[in-house]
């Protein structure tokens, strides 16, 4: 992991350890069942069963008919700008454009990927969602590539208000990609 990731990702975790109280509600991947949540993080949770359930899969009927129940027309996402998919999204036509680029490289690692379960963090009507991500290895790509990421959402009037992706090394995980063909390689 190269230094400036570290450092991010580090600055990440202090900021989230220092201005979040971690919630008693933590979610474990192997937890037989949900304690109770705020609203707050029981809306961020619903929401990424929902999306991560098939949504994200680039129906844009499925998005329309399921969205206005997280976001508005007004919701704003940055995803980190060196992704295929990644940039500043608004509302429901975002997030449509949002699973058409991202929907055909997922597509092409599923198999390969696991998501840990979430942890929560919550102060006042911002939740931080942590999960990690691995990749498991392949003939491409042998050792497991396993990168932590946290968005924090901003909830307003019971619905997501924004969304910031951080992820701990986008440069890494893009390499990833790319050698397993699941984006063109990156260009030095």
């Known amino acids: 992991m190269k230094l400036h990731n570290i450092r991010r990702l580090t600055a990440a975790a202090a900021l ?13 991947a192997d937890a037989p069942k949900k304690p109770p949540m705020t609203p707050e993080v029981k809306l961020v949770d619903d929401y990424n069963t929902w999306f991560l359930g098939g949504a994200y899969e680039g129906d844009v009927e499925k998005l329309k008919a399921g969205l206005p129940k997280y976001i508005t027309n007004q919701t704003v996402l940055h995803e980190v700008a060196s992704l ?66 946290m968005e924090k959402y901003t909830i307003e009037k019971g619905r997501i ?20 063909g699941a984006i063109p390689p990156r260009k030095k």
Do not use: C
């Not at 208000?161 to 397993?180: G, H, P």
């Open 16 to 28: 989230s350890v220092l201005f979040f109280a971690p919630l008693d509600s933590t979610v474990a």
């Open 84 to 149: 295929p998919w990644g940039g500043t999204l608004v509302g429901i036509p975002g997030w449509i454009e949002l699973t058409q680029k991202s929907a055909p490289v997922f597509a092409k690692i599923t198999s390969l990927l696991e998501v840990s379960g979430p942890t929560y963090y919550q102060r006042s009507n911002v939740v931080i969602h942590e999960i990690t991500l691995t990749i498991k290895g392949s003939p491409a790509a042998p050792e497991p590539f396993t990168m932590g990421l």
């Open 161 to 180: 208000k924004q969304i910031d992706e951080f992820y701990a090394d986008t440069a890494s995980f893009l390499e990833r990609l790319a050698v397993l």
